[in-house]
């Protein structure tokens, strides 16, 4: 049986998935990673997307420029909301949401830093923390792997993240090795 999906089509959900999203990350996103995130599955509508970006901007979020493109950071009323209305919107979305969210954003650090890993992780509400593993193919420059991995807390976190940035290359070989389907 397959499980129904859920659509988050108000424009004040929206707002709050916003600001989870951008608190839950800790870094600031663009609309057209906004956009990216939430069509995964046709969580949102594009317009209704549009509508509640306009409207969190200048209250909820603040606009800032980097590198000539247009990112939406939390202002202290958006953390409120993210941590006080955050688990009002369904486990579901929030954790698919999440996931897409630290795929989009570590591809798109990546590219800018010229990096062919990153390694990003989040507490989540009980404590436990999920870790998003991002490796890009060095030839193509295309996503090679993506994994996350949720542990017991940030202290697991924090180990598995400096393990795999101390020898990217040798965590990479690993995959490619346990991955490698024939000669």
Known sequence: MET???RIDEVDDICVLICYLIYSLGCPLSKDQLVEITSLENAVNYFNLSQAIEKVSGH??????????????????????????????????????FSEAVRVYTRDAMKKKGSFLAVRYIKNADGSCTVGITIMDEITS???????????????????????????????DCLDQFFKCSD
């Open 142 to 172: 295309r996503q090679k792997y993506y994994t996350a991995v949720t542990v017991e807390n940030e202290q697991a976190a924090d180990i598995i993240k400096q393990k795999v940035k101390s020898d990217p290359k040798a965590f990479a």
């Open 60 to 97: 909820l979020c603040e606009e800032t420029d980097i590198d000539g493109e247009t990112f939406y950071n939390n202002t202290p009323k958006g953390i409120k909301a993210a941590k006080d209305l955050g688990a009002t919107l369904p486990l579901s979305v929030r954790d698919k949401m």
């Open 4 to 6: 129904p999906r859920i």
